[in-house]
């Protein structure tokens, strides 16, 4: 796909599987099952999508899935299929040849492949050429290991990486470099950020959790990993502002079938997707 003059590609690090109360939150199963079928253990599969951005001499990469580094009782939990370098190589880009990692935020199935472990152990950045970026608070949230949402967050992930000078923390708001800047999006997290990528008058959005699916666009359906329920709604009023009346691409991190799309509202004023026709 194409923004402007930047190329886009989504590429994927394959499936996982999450429980469909943890995915749909206070939404009973008898409305969200309509939408996304469970198996036998509640599971929903869920997708992992990233963003790979080449133009003006760059490569960007935004997000970098769950990676191969989960513990043995997260990975059987999990069942993660770890396909991002595979999807890279078939996208013709080798790990070396990324320049800048953005990282919307911390959670493990967000920021996975930012490292590899080597044979002895040692952690290793993915991309070694590449300078990273992520939100400050959520690098502050996952050094407290709160009783809420420690599991989301995995050390080996990011704290190497601040700690050599590779990744640097965001405050929010900032222009990682023309036409690919970060705008915080409270609600999932307190940091969360989403990625606007921006070029020749035309916008396309990574809203990373905020909107994890298209089964999602509803104010209400949030997912129950969400810290702050009421600002997830709050600010998804505030993303719509913008994205539909601009008809933004919405890049969507978790929706295994629809990774991309524009959102619109029906004359009803029901909030629903379409295809995007163009970039």
């Known amino acids: 796909m194409r923004v402007g003059a930047l190329d886009l590609t989504i590429v994927s690090d394959g499936t996982y599987f999450l429980d469909g109360g943890n995915f749909f939150g206070i939404i009973p199963k008898a409305l969200w099952q309509k939408r996304a079928q469970p198996d036998e253990l509640n599971r929903l599969v869920v997708g992992l999508n990233s963003v790979l951005i080449r133009g003006a001499g760059k490569t960007v990469l935004i997000e970098t899935g769950i990676g191969n580094k989960l513990s043995e009782k997260m990975a059987r ?15 013709e880009c080798e790990p070396e040849q990324v320049d800048i990692v953005i990282n919307s935020h911390l959670h493990f199935d967000h920021c996975g492949w930012n490292t590899v472990r080597d044979a002895a152990g040692k952690v290793l950045p993915t991309f070694p050429n590449a300078k990273y970026y992520a939100p400050r608070g959520e690098w502050e949230a996952g050094k407290l290991q709160r009783e809420r949402d420690a599991v989301s967050y995995i050390s080996d992930n990011y704290d190497p990486l601040i700690d050599s000078g590779q990744m640097k923390l965001l405050e929010g708001g900032e222009t990682v470099l023309p036409g690919i800047s970060v705008e915080t999006y409270p609600g999932h997290t307190r940091s969360m950020c989403a990625v606007h990528i921006e070029s020749e008058g035309k916008h396309a959005c990574y809203i990373s959790d905020l909107i994890p699916t298209t089964n999602h666009l509803d104010l209400t359906w949030g997912m129950g990993f969400d810290l702050f329920p009421l600002e997830t709604i709050e600010n998804k009023k505030r993303f719509y502002a913008r994205a539909i009346p601009e008809k933004w691409p919405v890049i969507f991190t978790h929706d295994p ?13 029901r909030l629903n997707y379409k295809p995007v026709v163009e970039f």
């Open 77 to 91: 939990n999990f069942a993660p299929q770890a396909k991002l370098l595979e999807n890279l190589r078939a996208a």
């Open 257 to 269: 079938k629809i990774p991309v799309a524009n959102v619109e509202r029906t004359p009803e004023g």
